[in-house]
């Protein structure tokens, strides 16, 4: 009996191993404008398998000979139901119809596709081109980064700030890319607009943890954005008109369904009007997005894109502050075979910032530059098994300072601080595999070397120290040069192994149990003791005096579906360690400064926390509520016993740090003609310095500051809300619009955006005074398309 239970066993395994498999693949598009999309569903029921489209729009499937049902599904878009016989490798190319006619926008979504229970990656928002207009914003103008800001995890320096923070970590340690190119400042007019241009938009991921290998050089997040490829069937235009900048998005076919191109600009004008209150003042900001591709067959596509923008502020003439980022790409998408896809980018990327000080006479321009070659591949090696492998190399230029005259008499001698260079290589592999029907891994390794490359001069200092401590008056001091190294050759290298994890557990078709690991290394550096990036900020290279920083970070998280997909619940536990975390002695002075090195400690970080977010999907009521309980820490202790470091080697409150941080996001739809929505954010104050006491020196008053951000601003909140009217005869025009009214900061709370202390000139009594930058703004915009 048991020889016969043996040979059941053997032909049964026998006839596994000689069942036949073929690979179904294809690239999934929209049917109005041939545009490939990212993350589309594609499933097999009857197997209980699927796939998804990757960042350019491909999938790949290896089944068992037979014949198929296919579910393809994606939001905003109509399910398609198609049936298949699978008895060779076939190509599959699939059109999707959108499932309503309207604007093109920006939805957030996030993990809502029914995939996202057995994927491993977790810690990800996703927003993609579809539906965010509705969400009120400053001014009334649609914003990639004040969109993001509602969910967890994600706070900025408050209001007039630039960039956004993630998890209690920097501005600089956040990974931006457009179009794989990285943008260095996300802002315009130093944080009231994001650079992004929303109709230009086709995808957007933010990764706050378990990073995929594929990225690195951030240890923060990555907001990781594509733009369109344009309508390769038809040309259209959109846009909008609002009170302080309009925008205008043109597109179509160069060759019709082979290529297309991509053209947007947005401009604000609301310094024209200035004039007429009598001031002499500018501040604004212009961006152009254009795109062409080229399909040449169904193995090979090219892509050419680019972003550039400019922001001016004025005052008078006297003072002009001009910054902006520059990037360029061009892309080779190739398919080897239906089972590895490749991409080839060559990417440039720019950020100049300067400053012209008329009344001072002299001009200041500063900036970094870099070039990107990278090759990425995708390979489908089965079903339950995924590899994604690629190589990056990036040469970065910095230009620290360049000071020159703008006038003959102004006294002021043309100087060059050092120009730095470096060179960042890295490898990476990663698998994405099934192992069971319940458990799902994803493993890899990023290996980067930095080199430190050979510069005109380099300051030498005693015992290779630029601080030192003075033990007599407890300060931090910048050590004297000793001597200057000139034409240098290779001055530091690194290389740090960056492991990475995550994987997801079934509990049920509706729950599953994610835990994910990363380490990252970050070798560029925000040079900046302000909570927010100023254009001054300069970028500084890891080197002989400065260490690069690196991240380990844990994440464990449950995720449910309520109702088949029409709530959802997903929480999330994180901790984040943080080695060689730039800090600064009291008194810094970091601005055209030539030894920066002088100025520098470096300590270490952590941030902890629990995020909660609880959706509506479904219905004419959707939306969300966030909530973030975390905290975000420094400590720099002595480098010796007798150093005192800072906040005496204790542990404080990073001016990253938002204890509690809620949102809500409400969308009603009452008709097709009428659309409403509100957003309310609460955050804690942020850390920032009072004085403690106060002392007389020659008759004027010094005020004594205590330890370091042991005080907090008031807390903040806001409450915004909009309205959308659709004309009913949208329907019968060539011409569609929408009028969309806002109504930001509903109950005018003037948030404190610092609060400074003076001397009342009439009592002679100290007082604080509150800075706060928006009370209640109404607006109007009208946005359209043909």
Do not use: C
């Not at 254009?290 to 006297?318: A, H, I, P, Q, W």
């Amino acid at each position: 009996m048991k020889n016969i239970y043996a040979l059941l066993l053997l032909f049964a395994i026998s006839t596994a191993w000689s069942q036949e498999n073929y690979t179904l693949s294809g690239v999934v598009s929209a049917a109005s404008s041939n545009e490939t999309l990212i993350g589309v569903n594609v499933l097999i029921p009857g197997l209980n398998k699927g796939t998804v489209t990757n960042e350019y729009g491909f999938y790949s499937i290896t089944l068992p000979k037979g014949s198929y049902t296919l579910q393809i599904s994606f939001i905003g878009f109509q399910p398609v139901t198609q049936t298949i016989d699978l008895n060779q490798n076939k190509k599959l190319n699939l059109i999707i119809e959108e499932s309503t006619q309207t604007l093109d926008e920006v939805i957030i979504e996030e993990n809502i596709e029914k995939l996202s229970i057995r994927k491993p990656q977790m810690s990800v928002n996703a927003l993609t081109a579809s539906t965010i207009k509705q969400i009120p914003v400053v001014l009334g103008e649609a914003d990639v980064i004040k969109s993001i800001l509602l969910l967890p995890g994600v706070t900025s320096a408050g209001e007039g700030a630039s960039g956004f923070n993630v998890r209690g970590g920097a501005v600089d340690q956040n990974l931006i890319l457009l179009d794989e190119a990285i943008i260095f400042n996300s802002s315009h007019l130093f944080g009231f607009f994001s650079v992004f241009n929303p109709d230009a938009i086709k995808d957007l991921k933010l990764y706050k943890g378990g990073i995929p290998a594929r990225y690195g050089g951030r240890i923060s997040s990555v907001l990781d954005i594509y733009q369109k490829e344009g309508n390769s069937k038809e040309f259209h235009a959109s846009g909008g008109i609002g009170a302080v900048a309009s925008r205008l998005l043109l597109e179509g076919p160069i060759v019709k369904d082979k290529s297309a191109f991509l053209i947007g600009g947005r401009a604000s004008y609301a310094h024209l009007f200035l004039p007429l209150f009598d001031l002499d003042n500018k501040a604004y900001f212009y961006d152009l997005n254009t795109k062409l591709n080229y399909k040449f067959n169904d193995y090979n596509s090219l892509y050419l894109s680019g972003y550039f923008g400019r922001d001016l502020f004025s005052v008078s003439e006297s003072f002009i502050n001009t910054y902006g980022n520059a990037t360029i790409n061009l892309r080779w998408n190739h398919l080897f075979t239906d089972k590895l896809f490749s991409n080839l980018s060559l990417i440039y990327s720019d950020y100049y910032y300067g400053l012209l000080l008329d009344f001072v006479g002299f001009q200041y321009d500063s900036g970094i530059r870099n070039f990107n070659l990278k090759y990425d591949f995708q390979q489908y090696i089965n079903s339950n098994l995924k590899l994604s492998y690629g190589v990056n190399e990036i040469y970065h230029r910095f230009n620290p300072a360049t000071i020159k005259p703008n006038r003959p008499d102004s006294g002021i001698i043309a100087s060059q601080l050092t120009h730095k260079f470096a060179n960042e290589f890295s490898v990476y592999a990663e698998a994405e595999q099934d192992l069971t029907d319940n458990l799902t891994l994803r493993y890899g390794f990023r290996i980067s070397h930095f080199t430190r490359l050979g510069q005109e001069a380099l300051n030498i200092y005693a015992d290779d120290n630029p601080l030192i401590f003075n033990s007599d008056l407890k300060i931090y001091q910048t050590a004297p040069v000793t001597d200057t190294l000139l034409n240098t050759g290779t001055l530091a290298n690194f290389t740090n192994f960056e492991p990475r994890a995550s994987l997801s557990y079934v509990l049920s078709k509706k729950s599953a149990v994610k835990a994910s690991y990363n380490r990252m290394a970050q070798y560029l550096h925000l040079i900046s003791n302000t909570n927010s990036p100023t254009p001054l900020d300069v970028y500084a290279p890891s080197g002989p005096y400065l260490k690069p920083q690196l991240l380990d970070q844990y994440a464990l998280g449950y995720f449910r579906e309520i109702n088949d997909g029409a709530y959802s619940v997903e929480t999330e536990v994180f901790y984040k360690d943080i080695q060689n975390r730039l800090d600064y002695r009291n008194g810094a002075q970091l601005i055209a400064n030539d030894a920066i090195e002088g100025e520098i400690l470096n300590g270490k970080a952590r941030a902890y926390g629990l995020e909660f977010l609880a959706r509506k999907n479904d219905g004419v009521l959707t939306g969300w509520l966030a909530y973030t309980l975390s905290r975000s820490e420094q400590q720099t202790p002595g480098r010796i016993p007798e150093e005192i470091g800072i906040n005496n080697g204790n542990w404080y409150a990073s001016a990253y740090d938002k204890t509690h941080d809620i949102s809500a996001y409400i969308n009603y739809e009452l008709s097709k003609k009428w659309n409403f929505n509100a957003n309310f954010i609460f955050q804690t104050g942020q850390p920032t310095n009072y004085p403690v006491s106060q002392s007389q020196f020659q008759g004027l008053s010094i005020s004594n500051y205590g330890m370091r951000n042991q005080e907090r601003l008031p807390s903040y909140n806001r409450l915004d809300i909009s309205a959308t009217l659709t004309p009913s005869n949208n329907k019968n025009r060539k011409l569609k619009g929408e009028w969309v009214f806002s109504i930001y900061n509903v109950y005018n709370r003037m948030n404190a955006a610092s609060i400074n202390f003076r001397t009342n000139e009439d009592t002679r009594q100290n007082e604080a005074v509150k800075t706060s930058i928006f009370g209640i703004l109404p607006s109007v915009t009208y946005n359209f398309k043909f």
